[in-house]
């Protein structure tokens, strides 16, 4: 599944979910399927993959971070430029902005923040 949501292969995303494949499974860098949809700013694989999960998984994982600690959300705000719609994907999922200095907050859905 990581390898198909990489390259925004949306068929065989279903297909693999259409057979029970977990979208929760990181792979060995720990990064998981969302994850991998939020770095290519792919709102529509976002979709696919929470609607497959359910919204208690899906709260948890716009907030998990790989094994480096790069959460989906932090990642998103490196490349704010390439990845709003992600952005705003993950703050309307229930992630968590992590501004300057380490302070965590949530953000109310839709709001970008410098």
């Not at 925004?8 to 792979?27: C, N, W």
């Not at 694989?45 to 480096?68: F, I, K, T």
């Not at 705000?77 to 719609?85: D, G």
Request: with cysteine.
């Amino acid at each position: 599944m990581h390898w198909a949501v990489e390259r925004g292969h949306m068929e065989a995303v279903k297909l693999l979910l259409d057979y029970e494949a977990s979208p929760l499974i990181a792979e060995c860098s720990g990064r998981t399927p969302l994850f991998l949809a939020a770095k290519r700013n792919d709102v529509a694989m976002l979709d696919q993959l929470a609607a497959a999960m359910g919204p208690d998984a899906v709260a948890e994982m716009v907030n998990r971070a790989d094994n480096s600690g790069i959460t989906p959300m932090s990642l998103c705000r490196e490349n704010m430029e390439e990845h709003q719609e992600s952005f705003r994907w993950l703050l309307s999922h229930g992630a968590v902005y992590e501004s300057h200095g380490g302070v965590h907050k949530k953000l109310a859905a839709g709001t970008l923040a410098a």
